[in-house]
């Protein structure tokens, strides 16, 4: 199967590195030429994958034509708000109804709309099949071979199954699951929490709050996922609970890291600034706030994380409000 790969930050090289490992014909749009000519002659990304060796089957080009002639599979990679940027222009190198799979987590912020929408939106005369690939993994360790198991939303069964069999290696562990907009959301919102539990862990609150923000946040992840159509048992799984376990824990979490600086006094800009890869959490936390409130939608740790972010709110006073809010039942 030729699989393309668009987008070679850490996770889509990781992708890339995984699929052509496995032994499937896998090319990888790098839009910068030296980069892609890195990846191509010396077998590393030292930008976004340092220190990692990378498969030589790798077809990397700067190239969006060459990259994606008879794929089968179409893998994106580039951070949420672009994506439908580069399906403007991937669009028509494209065959009729392409399969495209989502690698990227987060919410348009121009349209308030899921992947899953942008990607309709932006090949709808195409008649694409869509599938959402999400769950925790950190483009590190998969790209170390560790073991991994993520989930892959697709709501064509056949399809889905053909793309699982391809996918999956003995560390890439790869589950279906027909509830597109729940796995979508959970790898969305949970950005969103781990942003909270970095600020609490740094300003020091320990293991009893950090445990508390993941089981309330899972629960507001599963409150707007319910009311945006999602199933709730997709949030019990590995692109809900799993992700957000993982995020909210773990020190390679960009997101988790947006969070302990703003804790340490550091002003958002200057954290972004510092940062060449994107923590998608920021953004969406402004998408998801505005979503919550069209759709009516109680979402307090959004809330707070968003007067934080954007309305320079003393991080300390944001968790102050949230443990002093009306006592309710479980």
């Not at 077809?59 to 002639?69: G, I, N, R, S, Y």
């Not at 003995?170 to 919102?189: K, Q, W």
């Not at 929490?193 to 320990?206: E, N, P, R, V």
């Amino acid at each position: 199967m030729h699989i393309a790969v668009l987008g070679a930050g850490s996770w889509g090289t990781t992708l890339a590195n995984v699929f052509a490992r496995k032994g499937e014909s896998t090319s990888l749009w790098v839009r910068e030429p030296k980069l892609a000519a890195t990846i191509r002659t010396q077998h590393q990304n030292p930008v976004y994958l340092p220190d990692i060796a990378l498969s030589p089957e790798i077809q990397a080009h700067p190239d969006l034509e060459t990259v994606l002639k008879s794929a089968e599979l179409i893998v994106v990679a580039v951070p949420c708000q672009f994506l439908r940027g580069v399906l403007n222009e991937a669009r028509p190198l494209l065959p009729k109804k392409p399969f495209v799979i989502c690698a990227s987590k987060g919410i348009e912020l121009e349209t308030l709309k899921p992947m899953s929408e942008v990607v309709a939106e932006a090949l709808h005369e195409l008649h694409p099949t869509y599938a959402m690939l999400s769950g925790p993994s950190f483009a590190r360790e998969v790209a170390r071979e560790l073991p991994t198991a993520v989930s892959l939303g697709c709501a064509d069964t056949k399809r889905g199954k053909m793309a699982q069999a391809a996918l999956s290696t003995e560390a890439f562990r790869v589950y279906t699951n027909s509830d597109v907009r729940g796995v979508e959301l959970g790898g969305a919102i949970k950005n969103i929490i781990a942003i909270a539990a970095g600020i609490s862990d740094g300003l020091g609150f320990g293991s009893d709050a950090r445990a508390a923000l993941i089981t309330r946040g899972l629960a507001e992840m599963s409150r707007l996922g319910q009311a945006m159509g999602g199933r709730a048992q997709t949030f019990m799984g590995l692109s809900g609970m799993g992700d957000l376990v993982l995020t909210c824990t773990g020190d390679l979490s960009r997101n988790r890291q947006v969070g302990l600086k703003l804790a340490h006094g550091l002003s958002l800009m200057d954290i972004l600034s510092d940062m060449r890869m994107v923590a998608e959490g920021v953004k969406t936390t402004e998408a998801v706030f505005r979503l919550g409130q069209r759709l009516n939608v109680e979402l307090p740790i959004t809330e707070q994380v968003y007067r934080i972010l954007y309305e320079e709110k003393n991080p300390s006073e944001g968790v102050s409000e949230l443990m002093g809010r009306e006592l309710k039942d479980e």
